[in-house]
């Protein structure tokens, strides 16, 4: 089974720190969008098949801010989605807290969606102003309250290493995020884009980075609190209650084939071919409008799968299997991957089950870009 990936590039205001493809909301045509939308996805139908088989297993509503669609719209791109694909076992839209009332939630609800992610980043209202994110913590309280009469599959979105956040701030958010109990959790690291607002500041020296140690105490007291509430790290930067992973996220992780709709989306066959959709709103229009695909094709070499097997693979809590490795690569890669991960394993980084299938430990959560670029 495959996941389809639909990418809503509008928003209100960019939050600092973000680099992602996105467009001011003001620009916004919903209905001419989402006809694109359906249109190119009636267009790559026959691709999808190609790969996945069978229904879909995932829908997925990111962004941008999906959140911004107008109910109309979406009941109109989900049942289209539905009708050219099937019903999809996990159905997510990502949303924002200020976005959030009861019809919207309703009409999410009776098209199908049943998985919301919502971005809260955080509880303390000064570190949200200072990202730039439109909501405060009342907002976050008001708009879980409203989701859970509809939902019972909620994920949160937790940053750390802001400006000005501290381990006591940190801790105050990761309490009030557990007791509002979501059924799953993302946790990510601020990082400093290129091309954000956030990285611009800091070159001027504005604000500093948050030192690698102390961002490293934030992880290790997330990990903690989690763990201790009954989350499990299924991979780096995501926890779940039992039975509550991402099915779309893990199917990347997985190496599972995915449909890429909507302008900056991207998709993969699952074997060596990747398809990055136009990252410009008005060409994509204009490209779908004239019945044309609006994708440049990337044929990924044998050095940049192996690369991409051994980090998505480590990521996750079962990570790499050495026999799917050594199948797709060969005895010799398999041999040289392991000479580079001994010093790893023999250290107390990565660990190697009687499956021969080789994973990060704690430890070497803590380390995992390091060790993942060691074993390139």
Known sequence: MAGIYIH???????????????????LADWPRFVDALIAEADLRRKEFLSFSKSEPLSFYIGGGTPSLIPEENFKYLASSLIDLFGNPAEFTIEVNPDDINSLKAEAWANVGVNRVSMGVQSLNDDELSFIGRRHSSAHVRSALSILKEKFSNISLDLMFGLPGQTLDS?????????????????????????????TKLRDMGKIGEMAEDESLEMFKLISSVLKENGFERYEISNYSKPGFRSLHNSSYWAGVPYLGLGPAAHSYDGMNIRKANIADFKTYLAEI?????????????????????????LRTAEGLSLS?????????????????????????????????????????????????????
């Open 8 to 26: 809503i590039p509008f928003c209100k205001r960019r939050c600092i720190y973000c680099d992602f493809y996105s467009v001011g909301s003001v």
């Open 289 to 313: 409008e004239k019945n044309n695909t609006a994708y440049i094709v990337e044929q990924l070499s044998d050095e940049e799968l192996r690369e991409e097997m051994i980090m998505t693979r």
């Open 324 to 376: 799917h490795f050594r199948s797709r690569f060969g005895t010799s890669e398999e041999n040289s991957l392991m000479s580079k991960a001994y010093t790893w394993i023999k250290s107390g980084h990565l660990a190697l089950s009687a499956n021969a299938e080789l994973s990060l430990t704690d430890k070497g959560v803590m380390v995992s870009d390091e060790i993942i670029s060691d074993l390139f």
């Open 170 to 198: 940190l801790s105050k958010t990761i309490a009030e995020i557990v007791d509002m109990q979501p059924q799953h959790i993302s946790v990510y690291s601020l990082m400093y884009e290129e091309r954000s607002a956030l």
